[in-house]
Nanobody, 116 residues
């Protein structure tokens, strides 16, 4: 089992910044990727950014140039700059193990609210 603990959400004005953190613990091995998804009210959960163990990073088009994902061992960070009201959502940490079949873990979610 893997546990994911998120922190760093909150309320910020448009144009501001926040940094999310997610620490993984437990039976951590064969991690394929760690990253962040988000879900706004009435919308489906969507990928924000992901970082693979091979060093590749991917971003949603809507956040490119504003958000940066980074990893330090078993912790993944999301630096969010130039925040917009449309970034308001619950942000979920994601971890994928390959056991060898892929298995996905999710954090409890952290609220990010951006006001005008």
């Amino acid at each position: 089992q893997v546990q994911l603990v998120e922190s760093g959400g909150g309320l910020v004005q448009a144009g501001g910044s926040l940094r999310l953190s997610c620490a993984a613990s437990g039976s951590i091995s064969r991690i394929n990727a760690m990253g962040w998804y988000r879900q706004a009210p009435g919308k489906q959960r969507e990928l924000v950014a992901t970082s693979t163990s091979g060093g590749r990073t991917d971003y949603a088009d809507s956040v490119k140039g504003r958000f940066t994902i980074s990893r330090d061992k078993n912790t993944v960070y999301l630096q969010m700059n130039s925040l917009k009201p449309e970034d308001t959502a619950v942000y979920y940490c994601h971890l994928q193990q390959v056991l060898p079949t892929p298995y996905n873990y999710w954090g409890q979610g952290t609220q990010v609210t951006v006001t005008v």
